[in-house]
């Protein structure tokens, strides 16, 4: 009977979890509850072997399996009345989820993989480049799977140590709709990226053990959300974003340019984003793993194939420090 407890426990909960894209482990009520089930049944056995004592013993295994299942009850119902995740969706009931070797972790879980060498984690450096990388994918987990959305962002420094970020979607945006007040976000930032050739390292010449790649530098901003519709708000907003982008113009366009009423009618069909960060992750791969030769190489290669864009990001790498050690 232990054991049979021991299994309905794990493979209900595993169902469980995997229906709604969960990790696949237990936590302390559900790890409670299959420590419950495992006493319960040493104790059944040692009954046995008792005497007159086997009575309470027994009485003991059971009252920890009724308190092994009510933990496991209260963990977990909740969970059945969740809709599962449409990246799930195509296993039907959560069976898939028993057998499945992939593990899914929330989104706020899921760091970005950052070799040392190529980590970079200065707030003002970040910052500067999320500014100078201008748009960002958002990214935030709806009731039917992950959700992303393409947006021009704006920066602002403080409160420090990240800032805050600002966006807006198109009200008609399901995302907008979605957006949970105080809900987990992902802004990526994609700065200049690019092929690289093996021809471009001098390296080749000497042992031939060289392979492509592709260089690019990201920045994942992690933070929380919370949505506005106020007019000034989503006005001063629009200025900010468009005053900056219009800077280069020979005569630069200004929201207060357009008919007010115009610009009343579509503010009211967009809503704002705020996004105050918590983390925020920078990733240069900027061949700092390279010899020297071979990275004055690719910045060479790079500028005669027309990608100076990304050639500048790498000399600009050249001076970022990087922690002791490293």
Request: proline share 7%; net charge neutral.
């Amino acid at each position: 009977a232990g054991a049979i407890g021991h299994m309905t426990l794990v493979v209900m909960s595993r169902a469980a979890l995997g229906h709604n894209g969960l990790p696949l482990k237990a936590d302390a009520l559900l790890s409670a509850a299959i420590a419950c089930v495992f006493v319960g049944a040493v104790l059944r056995v040692t009954a046995n072997f008792t005497g007159a004592a086997a009575g309470p013993v027994l009485m003991i295994a059971a009252s920890l399996w009724s308190l092994a299942f009510l933990l496991f009850f209260f963990r977990i119902l909740p969970l059945c009345w969740r809709r599962m995740p449409a990246h799930l969706a195509g296993d039907g009931l959560a069976l898939g989820a028993l057998f499945s070797r992939h593990r899914y972790a929330p989104l706020e879980d899921r760091p970005m993989y950052v070799p040392r060498h190529f980590r970079q984690d200065d707030p003002i450096l970040l910052s500067t480049a999320m500014q100078r990388f201008a748009a960002a994918t958002l990214v935030s987990q709806g009731a039917d799977g992950l959700l992303a959305s393409h947006v021009p962002i704006e920066v602002i420094a403080a409160p420090a140590p990240w800032g805050l970020l600002r966006c807006h979607l198109a009200r008609a945006n399901p995302h907008a709709e979605s957006l949970a007040p105080g809900g987990p976000v992902l802004a990526i930032f994609n700065g200049p990226e690019g092929y690289v050739s093996p021809n471009w390292y001098p390296s080749k010449a000497d042992h031939g053990k060289v392979v492509p790649t592709w260089n690019y530098a990201a920045v994942h901003a992690r933070g929380t959300a919370v949505t506005f519709t106020d007019p000034d708000r989503l006005r001063a907003h629009v200025s900010a974003l468009t005053d900056r982008f219009e800077t280069d113009q020979a005569a630069p366009w200004a929201v207060d340019d357009a008919p007010h009423d115009f610009i009343a009618g579509m503010l009211r069909a967009i809503i704002g984003v705020e996004i105050t960060l918590t983390e925020v992750t920078g990733k240069w791969k900027m061949s700092q793993n390279r010899a020297p030769a071979d990275r004055a190489g690719v910045i060479a290669g790079l500028r005669d194939t027309g990608a100076a864009a990304l050639a500048d990001e790498m000399e600009r790498a050249r001076d970022i420090s990087h922690p002791k050690g490293e």
